[in-house]
């Protein structure tokens, strides 16, 4: 059985429909992938996948639970964790800030969670273990608005894994990254790839075909293709679309 899965489902924002009967599963200790081009429907089905928008119709499953249209927190609490296309950090605190208030010793003691956090040096041991799985042993001090882009990237991945997630989903991670960039992305994704279950949505394909166990093609708000990759880059339909180019640059 699949970790998660997902079944029919139907999104539309007025008379726009953005996805219809999508169907994707993600087996555990795999990397899977969603692709497809701009409008696709690609980020939609990844914020009803996660709980930030309820389908209009079908079902969402993780670990055998129902989950459907259940709120991210609570999604979040059962074991998903996701970072976003655009960043989602707090500015102006450091590093180590960031992912210790993701961490669930310290979201379990609710608001008294700053107050308390100077004494606790097994969660500041922790959110700095975090920091070094990503690359970012050294810069726990460093406001996250100082950081280098990629290292921004690096810590929004920190934030989530401090989680402790069962599952990890990642929105477009090598956005806004040059290629140096992208490279030591592929190997931080390739490590975490050991340890947990990832599903990605990536423009890039050349990264995403490197990685991923299976991937599956959103187009017009349907799974058109799925499968490895070198099944992919067999696909009739997507060698005869940009996609396809992408995919065998």
Known sequence: MSLFEAKGLAKRFGDQVVLQDVSLAFEEGRLSGIMGPNGAGKT???????????????SVSFAGHDI????????????????????????DY???????????RVRRQGFSWWRDLGADSGAQDQ???VLARVGLAGKERVLAK???????????????????????????????????????????VAELKRQLTIVIIEHDMRFLFRLADAVS????GQVIASGTPRELRDNPWVQR???????NA
């Open 217 to 220: 093609v959103i187009h017009w």
């Open 146 to 188: 100082g950081l280098s882009y990629g290292e921004r990237r690096a810590l929004e991945i920190a934030v989530a894994l401090a989680a402790e997630p069962r599952l990890l989903f990642l929105d477009e991670p090598t956005a806004g990254l040059g290629a140096e960039g992208t490279d030591r992305l592929a190997d931080l």
């Open 68 to 91: 459907t249209g259940l709120p991210p927190r609570r999604i979040a609490r059962l074991g998903v964790s996701r970072s976003f296309q655009i960043m989602n950090l707090f500015n």
């Open 127 to 129: 959110a700095a273990a």
């Open 44 to 58: 939609t089905c990844f914020n009803v996948l996660t709980g930030r928008f309820a389908p209009d119709r079908g």
């Open 241 to 247: 679309s940009n996609i396809g180019a992408l995919a």
């Open 94 to 104: 450091s590093a180590l800030d960031n992912v210790l208030v993701a961490l669930p």
